[in-house]
C-alpha cells in the first residue's frame, strides 16, 4: 500500500505527469487518424499501393522504439524539443494499425453493395461516404483503439529522452531501485490503457453497422 | 432531311459492334444488339458467355474496347456517367442492399440523393413496396431481417426508385428457391404489363427466358449467337439454340404458355 502513499503524497506530479502522457498519446493517435484513414481509404480503392503502404508501416513498426526515439533526436526543428519527437515517433507506430484497419474495413464491404450503389448512380465519394465508411467504422475504430492502447505503452519510454509522461516515473524508480516510484507511473498508465481501451470499444459496438 | 421509318422505332438502347476485353482475355466480339422500348429482352447463355459483360456496359461500369453502346439514340459516353445510371434501374442476383439502411432508405436513398422532398419519398417508398408485393411495415426492417425472396423485391423496388425507363437485371432470381423464383417471375410480368420498362435480363435458364422475355438473346463465348423470339427459340434450328432446348427437355411450351396468359 506504500505506492499509493507515495502517490497520493505527489499527487501532484502524479496528475501533471498523467496529463502529459494524455498528450502525447492523445495528439499523436489524432495525427495518426488524420494519416492513417485517408491513407488507408486510398490504398482500399488502389490494389497497387496496399503493398507498399502497409510494407512501409510495418518497418516502422520493427523499429525499436528507443531506437527510433535516438534516431530523431539530431533532427533540427524536432530534435529542438522532445516532446515534439516524441509524438512524432508516437504518430507513427500509431500508423499501422490504423491504417491496416482501415483498409480491412473498407476491402470487407460487401463487393455486391458497392456494385449495386455504383449502378445505381452514386458518385464514389457519396459511396465513401454513405456506404463504405459507415459500414467499416467499427473495424477502423477498433485500429484506433490497438493505436491507442500501444501508445500509452509506447509514451513511456518518450521520458528517456526528456519527453515527459508517465515514463518519467518509470526511469526515477529504476534509477532508485524503488519499486513504489516505478508503480506510480506504471499504474496510471495501465488505467489510462484500460480506460482507453474501454471507452473505444463501448464506441465501437455503438457503432457497429447492423 | 430525317429518313422516315415509322415501322421500326427507334432503339433505346443499342450495341454497335461491341468488343470488350478483360487483360487478354477477349470476353465479347463484335456484339451487334438493338433493345426496343418496352420490351424484355433477356440475355441467355453459360456462365462466361458475356451476358453480365453486355449489361454492365449499358450503364458504363464497364467502357468498351471498341465499338459503342447507345442509350435513348446517344453513345452512352456522351453524357455525365451518373446522371446516366440514375436513369437506369439495376438489379443484380447478389442484391446487394445497404445493411446498416432501412428498407425504407435503400429504396430511398437515389430520390434522396436527388433531393426530392420528405414526404415526396416516403409515398413513393410506400408505392414501390405495394408494387412488388411487401407490406408497408416492411420499410423499418433491416435487409437482414429479410428473407431473400424479400430481399430481391426491395431491390426491383429500390431500382424503380427514381422511375427510370430502363431496368438492368442481373440473373435477379438465381439465387432464389424455386417456389419464391416462381412467385417473382410472376409478379415480374404483372409489373412488367403495368410499366412497360425498357428490360434487359441476364439468365442461363432456358425456362425464364421463355417466361419473361420478349426476346431471347442467345450468346456463346463472347459473341451473339441469335436473337428469337420465345416461339422462334423453340422451334430454331440453330445448333446452340437446338442444345439448350434438348438439355432442358420436355415441357418449355408450357413455360411460354404461362408467359403470356
Known amino acids: 500500500m506504500s505506492v499509493f502513499r507515495f502517490m497520493l503524497q505527489n499527487q501532484r506530479q502524479v496528475l501533471e505527469l498523467t496529463l502529459e502522457h494524455l498528450w502525447l498519446v492523445g495528439l499523436s493517435t489524432l495525427l495518426a487518424a488524420l494519416i492513417g484513414i485517408p491513407l488507408g481509404i486510398v490504398i482500399a480503392h488502389r490494389p497497387g499501393l496496399n503493398k507498399p503502404v502497409l510494407g512501409g508501416a510495418n518497418i516502422i513498426q520493427t523499429i525499436p522504439s528507443l531506437a527510433l526515439f535516438g534516431f530523431l533526436l539530431p533532427v533540427p526543428w524536432l530534435g529542438a524539443r522532445a516532446d515534439r519527437l516524441a509524438i512524432l515517433a508516437l504518430t507513427l507506430y500509431a500508423l499501422l494499425p490504423i491504417i491496416r484497419n482501415t483498409y480491412t474495413g473498407i476491402r470487407g464491404v460487401d463487393p455486391a453493395v458497392v456494385e449495386a450503389g455504383r449502378g445505381m448512380g452514386l458518385t464514389e465519394s457519396q459511396l465513401l461516404f454513405r456506404v463504405e465508411l459507415p459500414l467499416a467504422v467499427s473495424v477502423i475504430l477498433s485500429g484506433v483503439r490497438v493505436a491507442v492502447v500501444i501508445s500509452v505503452g509506447l509514451a513511456t519510454i518518450a521520458a528517456a529522452i526528456g519527453a515527459g509522461g508517465l515514463g518519467e516515473f518509470i526511469f526515477r524508480g529504476l534509477a532508485m531501485v524503488d519499486d513504489r516510484v516505478i508503480l506510480a507511473g506504471a499504474i496510471p498508465a495501465a488505467i489510462l490503457a484500460l480506460g482507453a481501451d474501454l471507452a473505444l470499444g463501448w464506441l465501437e459496438r455503438r457503432l457497429r453497422a447492423r | ?261
Do not use: C
Request: hydrophobic share 40%.
Open chain 2, 1 to 261: 432531311m430525317a429518313e422516315m421509318h415509322p415501322a421500326v422505332a427507334n432503339p433505346v438502347i443499342e450495341f454497335r459492334d461491341v468488343s470488350y476485353a478483360a487483360g487478354s482475355t477477349q470476353v465479347l466480339s463484335g456484339v451487334n444488339l438493338q433493345v426496343q422500348l418496352g420490351e424484355t429482352l433477356v440475355l441467355l447463355g453459360r456462365s462466361g458467355s458475356g451476358k453480365t459483360t453486355t449489361l454492365k456496359l449499358v450503364n458504363r461500369l464497364l467502357s468498351p474496347g471498341a465499338g459503342e453502346v447507345r442509350v435513348r439514340g446517344v453513345p452512352n459516353t456522351s453524357g455525365d456517367v451518373i446522371r446516366l445510371r440514375r436513369g437506369i434501374g439495376y438489379v443484380i442476383q447478389d442484391v446487394g442492399l445497404f445493411p446498416h439502411f432501412t428498407v425504407e432508405r435503400n429504396v430511398g436513398l437515389v430520390p434522396r440523393i436527388e433531393g426530392w422532398p420528405d414526404e415526396r419519398i416516403r409515398l413513393r417508398v410506400e408505392e414501390l413496396l405495394r408494387l412488388v408485393g411487401l407490406a408497408p411495415e416492411m420499410a423499418s426492417r433491416y435487409p437482414h431481417q429479410l428473407s431473400g425472396g424479400q430481399q430481391q423485391r426491395v431491390g426491383v423496388a429500390r431500382a424503380l426508385a427514381a422511375d427510370p425507363e430502363i431496368l438492368l437485371m442481373d440473373e435477379p432470381f438465381g439465387a432464389l428457391d424455386p417456389l419464391t423464383r416462381d412467385d417473382l417471375q410472376r409478379e415480374f410480368l404483372s409489373l412488367q404489363q403495368r410499366l412497360r420498362k425498357t428490360v434487359v435480363f441476364v439468365t442461363h435458364d432456358l425456362r425464364e427466358a421463355l417466361r419473361l422475355g420478349s426476346r431471347i438473346a442467345l450468346m456463346e463465348a463472347g459473341r451473339l449467337v441469335t436473337v428469337l423470339t420465345p416461339q422462334e427459340f423453340l422451334r430454331s434450328t440453330d445448333p446452340w439454340a437446338a442444345a439448350y432446348v434438348r438439355a432442358f427437355g420436355e415441357g418449355l411450351e408450357s413455360a411460354i404458355n404461362r408467359g403470356t396468359s
